[in-house]
């Protein structure tokens, strides 16, 4: 997996959205809610959304920690993409855009 790789996956779900927040966060937004972030610096680290029973499991595995200010709403940081395979990738990040997805039912059909 590589951000080319990772952008296309991202903008494959329905009402998908991207956009640069916080001057250096490229981010893909379901309704205007985040649920996979980048850093467009060097493209290497990227964040998302996990279930809560996959936390603990997921920041204890090497190169992968709690994403700062977002740990407590169950969010990791892998530190580049060589720490997940890209099956692991496609889950976790259609995984994330779910758990988004999954807080404005009314929003979505």
Not at 3 to 9: C, S, Y
Not at 49 to 77: Q, T
Request: glycine residues 0%; charged residues 30%; contains cysteine.
């Amino acid at each position: 997996m590589n951000f080319k790789t990772l952008k296309k996956h991202c903008l494959s779900f329905p009402f998908v959205t991207e956009e640069v927040r916080w001057r250096q966060d490229h981010c893909f937004l379901v309704l205007k809610k985040p649920f996979c972030l980048t850093d467009s610096d060097t493209y290497a680290s990227t964040s998302f959304k996990v279930l809560e029973s996959e936390f603990d499991e997921m920041i204890n595995r090497e190169g992968i920690i709690p994403a700062p200010y977002m740990d407590r709403e169950h969010w990791v940081l892998v530190l580049d993409f060589a720490w997940l395979s890209d099956a692991e990738w496609e889950h976790f990040i259609q995984q994330s855009y779910e758990l988004v997805k999954s807080t404005e039912p009314e929003n979505i059909p």
